[in-house]
C-alpha cells in the first residue's frame, strides 16, 4: 500500500516463480529503494 492507498491488485498464475525487475521512468541514472518486501499471495 502507498500512502493508505491500494496500488495494485493482481493475480496472475502466468508466472509461478523467477525473478523480480523494479523499473523507473524518472529523470537521472540513478534512484534509490529501500524497504521492498515481496510476500507470497495466499
Known amino acids: 500500500m502507498g500512502h493508505g ?5 493482481v ?13 523507473h521512468h524518472g529523470r537521472g541514472d540513478t534512484h534509490a529503494f529501500r524497504n521492498i518486501k ?3 499471495l495466499p
Open 5 to 9: 492507498h491500494k496500488t495494485t491488485d
Open 38 to 40: 515481496i510476500r507470497q
Open 11 to 23: 493475480h496472475d498464475d502466468t508466472f509461478q516463480g523467477g525473478r523480480v525487475a523494479i523499473e
